[in-house]
């Protein structure tokens, strides 16, 4: 056998010492590779005095030293070599083939440059904190947030705060129940966002008139993902001016922006971006609106129709979920209706635009003194009775029209969302909007016809929602099917209800209405906080029962 020589893939040990873990890590989190007990730098065997010790200490270091489990990706053989002097000498081999759960490291170092290892040329050295996010993103097909987070010395200071405040459990079962550690026992990256160890951070500004042209005032947002949230909401407070109006003897006090919607629109910024990015979090604070730009653009697969008609895919479910935990988020999908009802009655409208790398809300300032809208109707008894808008020829109405341009889309929310009276998470034009999208006028939505043609010609349009002396929606029994019905998805939802007196789940609901389960859970809710049905069993026994 001719002489071996060092490699990218070759690796020799005169004798079994530490330095062999970092050997095998770096084959593992590389191309793989042959490592030789027994040779010396010159290719030269020395051979082994006890090749049963030397191999069972390998399989020692294999099993115990190293992490994620490397065993199944490892072979440990006993060969003879002849040496210069044609003497045969027993040699340790050890196959490592290239690992499937990247990065590997060692046990007693974590996952960090001091004990994950990569080959360079013929030497093993450790990965930069970037390369081992490459490899984590790389082999592992998890979100992001489920990931293992590369930072593993992390403390909860803040966050067992805020857990004791809501008296919600925070302990390690709960922690590894919400996904937060890992069935390895390591901290996942949506661990390390609520951690004071937080490397993302949210960038507040306050700018003169309606650019970036001046800075009033900036802030950067640091620590626990959150206590951010909680200092971001402090601080849209302080600049959430209230106006008061005297009429005749009393004071009608209101806000430049509905505080819900401001607090719905961070929520969605930070739960729904993508932390792959480094990158802030941005909130921008004009005269005339404020902007939440979160990184990532939509989740694959959903696009922004499907957002605006309150379908939801949440991008980092461990994180959304320990949210939901602490009563941050009611359910997937309900924000941007909850931010239309806020604005629901006033001639502007929020927008969001997306690009491929990033999602922007954009809130208008209500007050006027922005150049902002003023509400429509004075009093709101007075403005449109939108439960009448529902009609049979369109039961389930579509979201607004999308508008794109290159790369970015933009869908102008000027709409009332179908709350009131109605019960779905679609998004119901209003009469006459304006759009200040390219100094775009209102425009009467087309007819059905004018739908289906749009549809034949790839374009989305906003249907008919007007009411008509022959398609005004009246109540009915449920049926199988909510869109054969001429009734609205609430009057669909009560009747059911009541037609079963031992009461149904929210999935029969769905099952039998024929709609899904934010649809669903969005009408129960309605239903419940008019006091017309009522809860009864807790978690998935939950039945609901007429009041």
Request: proline share 3%.
């Given at each position: 056998m001719g002489r071996l020589h060092e490699s990218a893939?070759?690796?020799?040990?005169?004798?079994?010492?530490?330095?062999?873990?970092?050997?095998?890590?770096?084959?593992?989190?590389?191309?793989?590779g042959d490592l030789?007990?027994?040779?010396?730098?010159?290719?030269?065997?020395?051979?082994?005095?006890?090749?049963?010790?030397?191999?069972?200490?390998?399989?020692?270091?294999?099993?115990?030293?190293i992490r994620p489990d490397l065993t199944a990706y490892t072979s440990i053989e006993c060969e003879s070599m002849e040496d210069g002097a044609g003497v045969m000498r027993n040699i340790v081999h050890v196959t490592v083939l290239r690992g499937v759960k990247r990065p590997y490291y060692l046990t007693g170092k974590g996952m960090r440059p001091t004990g994950v290892f990569i080959r360079h040329g013929v030497s093993a050295v450790p990965a930069s904190e970037e390369r081992i996010r490459q490899m984590i993103r790389d082999d592992d097909v998890t979100a992001f947030d489920a990931s293992v987070s590369i930072d593993q010395d992390l403390t909860f200071n803040e966050a067992d705060a805020i857990f004791a405040r809501q008296q919600v459990p925070w302990g390690k079962p709960q922690q590894r129940s919400l996904g937060l550690i890992n069935s390895d026992g390591l901290y996942t990256n949506a661990?390390?966002?609520?951690?004071?160890?937080?490397?993302?951070?949210?960038?507040?500004?306050?700018?003169?008139?309606?650019?970036?042209?001046?800075?009033?005032?900036?802030?950067?947002?640091?620590?626990?993902?959150?206590q951010q949230l909680d200092d971001v909401c402090r601080y849209l407070e302080l600049n959430n001016p209230i106006r008061s109006d005297i009429v005749g003897l009393y004071r009608n006090d209101t806000y430049a922006y509905p505080p819900a919607a401001l607090?719905?629109?961070l929520l969605n910024a930070v739960v729904h971006r993508d932390y792959d990015y480094s990158g802030p979090t941005l909130v921008s604070i004009y005269a005339d609106r404020i902007d939440f730009v979160s990184l990532?653009?939509?989740?694959?697969?959903?696009?922004?129709?499907d957002l605006t008609n309150g379908i939801s895919q949440p991008r980092n479910t461990v994180l959304a979920n320990?949210?939901?935990?602490?009563?941050?988020?009611?359910?997937?999908?309900?924000g941007i209706p909850k931010i239309m009802e806020e604005y629901a009655g006033n001639s502007e409208s929020p927008i969001i635009r997306i690009t491929p790398s990033a999602f922007t809300l954009s809130l208008p300032r209500l007050d006027g003194t922005g150049n902002g809208g003023n509400p429509v109707h004075a009093n709101p008894t007075d403005g449109p009775d939108i439960s009448d808008w529902f009609t049979a020829r369109n039961p389930f109405p579509s979201g607004p029209a999308i508008q794109e341009k290159g790369n970015v889309q933009i869908a102008v929310l000027n709409g009332y969302p179908t709350g009131k009276g109605v019960g779905t998470l679609t998004l119901e034009p209003a009469a006459s909007t304006t759009s200040h999208i390219d100094g775009g006028s209102g425009t009467e939505a087309p007819t059905d016809d004018a739908t289906r043609q749009a549809t034949r010609n790839g374009r989305t349009a906003i249907p008919s929602l007007l009411p008509s002396a022959s398609h005004t929606a009246t109540?009915?029994?449920?049926?199988?099917?909510?869109?054969?019905?001429?009734?609205?998805?609430?009057?669909?939802?009560?009747?059911l209800i009541r037609s079963t007196p031992e009461g149904i789940s929210r999935l029969e609901i769905q099952q039998?209405?024929?709609?899904?389960?934010?649809?669903?859970?969005?009408?129960?809710?309605?239903?419940?906080?008019?006091?017309?049905?009522?809860?009864?069993?807790t978690a998935r026994n939950t039945r609901y029962v007429a009041a």
């Open positions: 893939t070759i690796e020799f040990k005169r004798q079994l010492n530490d330095a062999a873990k970092r050997e095998i890590v770096a084959f593992a989190n590389s191309e793989g030789y007990i027994g040779i010396d730098d010159d290719g030269i065997p020395v051979g082994v005095d006890d090749p049963d010790a030397v191999m069972g200490g390998i399989g020692d270091m294999i099993r115990n030293a661990a390390a966002l609520i951690s004071d160890q937080c490397r993302h951070t949210i960038k507040c500004a306050v700018y003169q008139g309606n650019s970036k042209a001046r800075f009033l005032a900036r802030q950067e947002f640091q620590g626990s993902l959150l607090r719905e629109a990532g653009g939509l989740v694959k697969g959903i696009t922004l129709t320990t949210f939901y935990r602490l009563e941050l988020m009611e359910s997937y999908g309900s109540p009915s029994t449920p049926q199988t099917n909510a869109s054969n019905s001429s009734s609205t998805l609430e009057e669909l939802t009560l009747a039998r209405l024929g709609v899904n389960k934010n649809r669903a859970a969005y009408a129960l809710r309605k239903l419940e906080h008019a006091g017309r049905i009522m809860p009864t069993g």
